[in-house]
């Protein structure tokens, strides 16, 4: 590889961890929502034990390597790897951005990772046409849209259902104690598997940069150097907040208990870590909505505004489309620079 390469592949390396932080700041509320909602924990408090918990799935990758199945379903498993080249990740990467940035300042809690999908996707084909798609990775992450919001909304539902009937003899006090408690680990749990999830999307995309710019030799995986990386960008953008989302998944959906935050952090943690395992990138944002809305019609359907939720739904039809539109179009702006 040419030595010019070298600051193009430095700028597009610190292009992808703004996209890691912009991931964490924008998804900070799938993490917090529910202990900030009950009051579990004051803000500033709860931002900063989620971004230790985002971080701390660093560990958990250097303990179960297998766990870092997503970075190469991201990395080459959307888009054929020997296709890819730096304008596309480029279009990629803005593409993702620019919806982030939008549904933020809109308060809408849409999907980055589908965003960043999109943005795959959508450079991809404009670079080699509808040849250098990986249909299997791209299915099942589509399948996944469907799927994690609705298996976390009814594991959100058995949750309630179980625990109540293991507390039923416990008094009211009792029960909201413990409930505080298993609200705070479950909500420990949740952090640590976005994280684990979330983080891996950006290893995948510079994994996959480092391999078309001839700079990774031998076995695709992904170096240590990018993985603790993208792990600290992730954590800052967490500790950076997120304010307008936060309180459209913690209070506008639905009012929440502890015993509901639990039940929902707790159905929301379960499917992201099987998710990793499986190496499927899901929605972190689709996930918790999902179980968010299960643990609020548990306890009674209306309690759910469902005008608020719907719009949430729109929001996740158009990320993909939306954020592969602005990656084809920037990949294209990319050839006649």
């Not at 592949?9 to 202990?35: E, P, R």
């Not at 308060?107 to 795959?120: E, K, N, T």
């Not at 209070?251 to 502890?258: A, D, G």
């Not at 870590?273 to 548990?298: C, K, N």
Request: glycine share 10%.
């Amino acid at each position: 590889m040419h030595d010019l390469a070298l600051p193009l592949l430095i700028g597009l390396v610190a292009v992808a961890l703004a996209f890691d932080f912009l991931n964490g700041l924008h998804d900070a509320a799938n993490s917090i929502a529910t202990v900030v909602a009950t009051r579990l924990l004051k803000p500033v408090h709860a931002v900063a034990f989620a971004a230790v918990m985002n971080f701390a799935a660093y560990f958990l990758t250097i303990a179960f390597p297998s766990l870092h199945a997503v970075a190469d379903t991201i990395g080459k498993g959307l888009i054929d790897k020997n296709l890819v080249t730096p304008a596309v990740v480029f279009g990629a990467l803005v593409g993702a951005m620019f919806w982030n940035v939008v549904t933020w300042l809109k308060g809408i809690p849409s999907s980055s990772s589908h965003a960043l999908v999109g943005g795959m996707i959508g450079s991809g084909v404009a670079h080699a046409g509808m040849t250098g798609i990986q249909w299997a990775g791209l299915n099942k992450t589509l399948i996944a849209i469907v799927l994690s919001p609705v298996i976390g909304m009814m594991l959100a539902m058995l949750v309630m259902l179980v625990s109540s009937w293991a507390l039923m003899r416990a008094t009211a006090n009792q029960a909201e104690g413990r409930f505080r408690v298993l609200h705070l680990i479950s909500s420990g749990a949740y952090s640590l598997s976005h994280g684990l999830n979330d983080a891996q999307k950006t290893m995948g995309v510079i994994t996959v940069l480092l391999f078309s710019t001839g700079y990774l030799h031998g076995k695709f995986e992904v170096p240590h150097w990018v993985a603790i990386s993208c792990y600290i960008a992730m954590a800052l953008g967490t500790l950076s907040g997120g304010w307008k989302i936060i309180e459209t998944m913690g209070s506008r959906i639905t009012k929440l208990s502890q015993h509901q935050g639990f039940s929902a952090s707790l159905a929301g943690s379960i499917v992201l870590f099987t998710a990793s395992w499986l190496g499927i990138p899901v929605s972190t944002t689709h996930t918790i909505t999902g179980a968010v809305i299960g643990a609020g019609t548990a306890r009674r359907a209306s309690a759910v505004r469902w005008g608020v939720a719907g719009n949430v739904v729109i929001a996740w039809v158009i990320t993909i489309p939306a954020s592969a539109a602005v990656g084809a179009l920037f990949y294209l702006l990319t050839t006649l620079v």
